[in-house]
């Protein structure tokens, strides 16, 4: 590609990792251009982050790309919080997905990528983004890139950072990235082992360090965890196979005949959030929003979770479409979320480098309660798994407890005209826009209410017009009646459901909000 100074995008997203692809996808779905300027020539081989949690799977999954992830994955269906041996059990979650997935970050981006493109985004390898420039009160970012064939330079009307901890749009939109630099770290190697253990998931812990051990697809192992050798200085290099062997025999004994290593590396616990998520026409996602240690694999998931949330207010704002302050809402719902994703692994660092006699009692308690306490134990789930994730619910909004907190797939009879049919909620946001669920079961009836648009349910409007707020634009509707019960769903007469899989608002019973 030559100089193409001057050319005009819609949005540019600057990242092609998980997050920059799927934000990339979410825009396309809501009818917006979209490149992405990658900085590498080819995909790396090795993958860092590898854990797909629940609430990321459902996301997946109301986007229908879910099926490659769950016939590739490694299903476990237990996780950590601490690296403590007590595992959560995820089969008490609320989900169609109980389990998290191990596939390598390579693949996610390889399906992600191919997720992308299909959707119609443009994907640009080689092009590093060196600077931007935005005007005050101006409609364009000006975007510096120097691809293959030398420097040029693009506008467009947002661009989205996603290119992780280093991140150069956050440093030219003059973000600040705040928090306190690494004194824990810990290691990781990606071996072939000869004696493997019988679970798909080990957790060990001891005076002598921590590990956690996990089946990846492709006959490999990754290991990971820290020692107290890793605490307070930085050791120099990566590990060694004979030094990953060394310090393993040291906590659990035996290395299970481990060769063969295809990676292995050292990360610590710097840990910082950006200051504000947007700059005028500029927005982080991701790791350039938030850095943490990769204490129970969240950090690519909190990233997705941005980008799903993103995607349509952008959109939507590019469109025209977009109601007052929407754009600023995605700061503000998540920034509270990364800095709980912050706080959770710093509590958990605490946990995995506990090594002295109290810290090791320490452990031993919160382990204790997650065995022996399933409200505790399932509460710690849905927090690392996403599925507690509530925001406030929007101004002007009906105060129900649903509002503002993830949907489950309902299960739902629906009255189609001329046709009758079972879906799951999931299938019904596939569309990418707001879902009008009349839960009165009637039948067809009046013309769709202001803003509602066409599609299978056209001609359903509230059940209950009293306190609902007007419709977005492009809403589809659908009458339907529940097949199966849902905590905090018994009573709901009517409830709108944003793209993003979250109760805008809902009218009913005000029953108990699910926990």
């Known amino acids: 590609m030559g100089n193409r100074a001057g050319t005009e995008e819609e949005v540019i997203v600057v990242g092609g990792g998980p997050v920059g692809l799927w934000l990339a996808a979410e825009l396309r779905l809501g009818g917006v251009s979209v490149t992405v300027l990658e900085a590498r020539e080819v995909r790396g081989p090795h993958s860092r982050a590898l854990t797909v949690h629940p609430r990321t799977i459902e996301n997946l999954a109301f986007r229908g790309a879910a099926e490659p992830f769950l016939s590739e994955g490694v299903r476990i269906p237990r996780g950590h919080f601490g690296g403590l041996p007590e595992l959560m059990d995820f089969s008490a979650l609320e989900t169609p997905f109980p389990f998290t997935l191990a596939i390598p970050q390579a693949r996610t981006e390889e399906l992600l990528e191919a997720h992308a493109r299909a959707a119609g985004a443009r994907i640009l390898r080689g092009h590093q983004v060196t600077g931007l420039a935005q005007e005050a009160d101006a409609d364009r970012v000006t975007v510096r ?108 004994g035996r290395d ?39 204490a129970g694999g969240v950090g690519l998931n909190v990233g997705l979770q941005d980008a799903t949330n993103l995607g349509w207010k952008l959109a939507a704002t590019v469109r025209g479409t977009a109601s007052a302050g929407l754009l600023d809402s995605y700061h503000d719902e998540r920034h509270p979320v990364g800095a709980e994703l912050l706080e959770s692994t710093r509590a958990q660092t605490a946990l995995m480098t506990a090594f002295s006699a109290e810290g090791q009692a320490l452990r031993a308690f919160i382990g204790g309660r997650i065995a022996s306490v399933p409200a505790f134990s399932k509460d710690l789930a849905e927090r690392l ?10 101004p002007g909004g009906a105060a129900h407890p649903l509002a503002g907190r993830r949907a489950p797939d309902l299960a739902l009879d629906l009255d189609r005209t001329g046709a009758d049919g079972a879906a799951g909620l999931f299938t019904l946001l596939r569309e990418g826009r707001h879902v009008l669920l009349d839960l009165t079961g009637a039948g067809p009836g009046a013309e769709p209410e202001s803003g509602a648009g066409a599609g299978p349910g056209a001609g359903a409007g509230p059940a209950d017009g009293e306190g609902a707020p007007a419709l977005p634009s492009g809403t589809i509707p659908y009458r339907a009646r529940l097949v199966s019960a849902h905590p905090g769903w018994s009573g709901v007469r009517t409830a709108l459901v944003r793209p993003d899989g979250h109760v805008a608002w809902a009218l009913g019973a005000a029953l108990p909000a699910p926990r």
């Open 145 to 252: 890139v120097t691809g293959p064939d030398g420097p040029y330079a693009l506008e467009a009307s947002y661009v989205v950072g996603c290119d992780g901890t280093r991140s150069a749009v956050r440093g030219a939109a003059g973000i600040d990235f705040p928090g306190s630099d690494a004194n824990v770290w810990g290691w990781l190697g990606d071996v072939v082992l000869d004696d493997p253990p019988a679970d798909v998931g080990l957790s060990v812990s001891g005076p002598r360090g921590g590990l956690l051990a996990v089946r990846l697809p492709g006959g490999v192992h990754r290991f990971v965890g820290v020692a107290p050798e890793g605490i307070g200085t930085a050791p120099a290099g990566d590990p060694t196979l004979e030094e990953l062997r060394a310090t393993v025999t040291g906590i659990i």
């Open 385 to 394: 798994s996403g599925l507690a994730v509530a925001y406030p619910p929007a």
């Open 256 to 294: 299970f005949g481990m060769r063969d290593p295809v990676w292995l590396s050292r990360f610590g616990n710097a840990t910082r959030q950006a200051a504000r998520y947007r700059a005028g026409r500029v927005l982080l996602a991701g790791d350039a929003a938030h850095m943490h240690f990769p």
